[in-house]
């Protein structure tokens, strides 16, 4: 069994993020059993600007994954690099967490822009309604739960519900195939912990 526990910095993701990790699992590594415990939330500026705020929560992670464990660090790349920044902040977990195997992903832009990705697959869920002619590069908009919810008929997008329900729709095939960043997370998850011989 592995232990997985992720830092995100939304609501949403508290709740979607263990979705979409349990669908990667059986499409991805269904010979192995990985236990998705709940994600630590923080505030991402604190996070990544206070030294002592990085350091409790990358303890506090590494303490609930356990020895053979996986934290996986989770945030919105918005107008950063996902490459550069993911990498300054790798970097830095792997100086207070040197024991764990820590991945780090930064989704281009939003989480919701592997939403784009596979947007046709969402079609008719939660009054999502999919325009091919108005199909985008997933990773380009700045405001992609914006893009999401001009796709919704006659409701707003909200994340702690519409998020959870759409991880749990999308095709991942679709969002491995049109989104670097997504295709970064699967990457990272084959890379993950093996589990131990019993």
Not at 94 to 118: C, G, M, T
Request: glycine share 6%; proline share 6%.
């Amino acid at each position: 069994m592995i232990n997985v526990t992720a830092i995100v910095e939304g609501d949403g993701e508290v709740i979607a993020l263990p979705v979409l990790l349990r669908r990667l699992n059986e499409w991805l590594t269904p010979e192995v059993y990985v236990d998705v415990g709940y994600p630590i939330r923080v505030r991402r500026d604190r996070f990544l600007n206070k030294d002592d705020e990085f350091r409790r929560h990358l303890t506090l992670a590494a303490n609930k994954c356990g020895d053979e464990g996986w934290i996986l660090i989770l945030f919105d790349a918005d107008d950063d690099c996902p490459a550069e920044l993911g990498q300054e902040i790798l970097c830095r977990a792997q100086i207070i967490a040197p024991h764990r195997k820590i991945s780090v992903v930064l989704a281009n832009r939003e989480y919701e822009a592997w939403f784009i990705a596979a947007a046709e697959s969402l079609q008719g869920n939660r009054g999502f309604n999919y325009d091919p002619a108005k199909a985008i590069d997933p990773e380009r908009p700045r405001d992609a739960k914006g893009w999401i919810e001009a796709c919704m008929a006659n409701r707003s997008y909200g994340e702690t519900t519409d998020q959870p329900a759409f991880s749990a729709q999308i095709d991942l095939q679709l969002a491995f195939d049109r989104s670097r960043s997504f295709r970064k997370l699967c990457s990272e998850w084959n890379k993950r912990p093996q589990a131990p011989n019993p």
